[in-house]
C-alpha cells in the first residue's frame, strides 16, 4: 500500500516534545509492519515507539524483531493474553513522552499527524487533547472511505453520554492526548471493565476529568476494515453495548444517571427493532428467492432428466 497517497496536506511546523506512541496488537503480522512504518516514517520525529504484544502466536514478535534492530527508538513488550486495555496500560506505565498517540496493530496513521497535532497543542494550550477526522481502510477492495460524524464540544461529556454509536464517535488513534491529562501513578484504562465499547468508556472516563478537547480538520488515522474486526453479531454488540453503559453508570455524576440509562436504553431498543424487522424481511425475500427458483428451473431439470433417459 502507498499510504503517501492517503495522508492529508500541509506542512505546520513542530515542537520539540517527545511524544510516545503506543501500539497494541495480537496476531497481526498481516499489518502490523504497516502500522509500524506509519509511526517511524512520521515527519515529526521526535518520538519513542512502544509496542505491546498481547500474547500473539503467530510471526508477530519476528517482525517486531526486525524493526528494533532497524531503529533505536522503538520498544517491544509480550505479555501473555490479557485484553487490549491492560496491553494500552502497561505500555503506558513504560513510556516516557510528554504526548501520548494510541495505536492498534492493524490501523495507521497519516505521516504528518504528530506534527500537525503537536502544533495544534503547541498553540493552543488551554486544549488538553486534540482528534483528527480518520478514514475506514477497506483492507479487501484497499479503499477508503472517511467516516463522518459531529464534531464533539470543548467539554464533550453530554456528547459522549448520549450520542455515541450515533452522530458522535472517534477513534482513540484519531487523536492526541497530553500526558498530563493523568495523574501520576494514573493509568488510562480502567483494569476493572473487560467488555467490548472499551473506547466509548475511556473516552466518557476522559470527559469526567473536565479537559478540553481540540478538533484537527483533516485525516490524521486510518481503521482498518478487515474480517478479523468484523466481529459478533447485532445481538452479541447490544450485550457489549449494555456492558459499557451500566459500567458508566455508577462513574457518571448523578444528574446525568436517569437520563444517561433511559436514553441509550431507548436508543438499543430502537436500533435493535430495525435489525430484526431487516432480518425478518431478508429472511422472507430469501425464501421467496428460493421459491421463485425452483418454479424457473423444476421444468427444465425435468426435462434435462428425460432426455438423459
Sequence with gaps: MDIDNLNSKGEPG?????VSVIITCYNQEQFIREAIESVIH???????????????TDNTNLICNEYLKKDARLKYFYQQNQGVSVARNIGFTMSKGDFIQFLDGDDFLSKDKLKRQLEFLSNNKNF???YSNYSHYFHDKKQTQESKHRVVDVNPIEN???????DVGTTIHSALFRRDIWLQNE???PVDYKSRYEDWVFWVLVALKNKKVGYNNFVGAFYRIHSNNLTGNHQTNTIYFFNAMFYLQNKIPEKYRQKFIEHNTGYLLEKYA???IFQEIYITWEWKLVKLTRLIFS???????????
Design 14 to 18: 513542530g515542537t520539540d516534545n517527545l
Design 42 to 56: 512520521q515527519t515529526y520525529q521526535k518520538i519513542e515507539c512502544i509496542i505491546v504484544d498481547d500474547g500473539s
Design 128 to 130: 488538553d487533547l486534540c
Design 160 to 166: 459522549f453520554l448520549f450520542s455515541w454509536d450515533r
Design 187 to 189: 493509568i488510562p484504562f
Design 274 to 276: 430495525k435489525n430484526k
Design 299 to 309: 421444468p427444465i431439470l425435468k426435462i434435462l432428466n428425460l432426455k438423459s433417459k
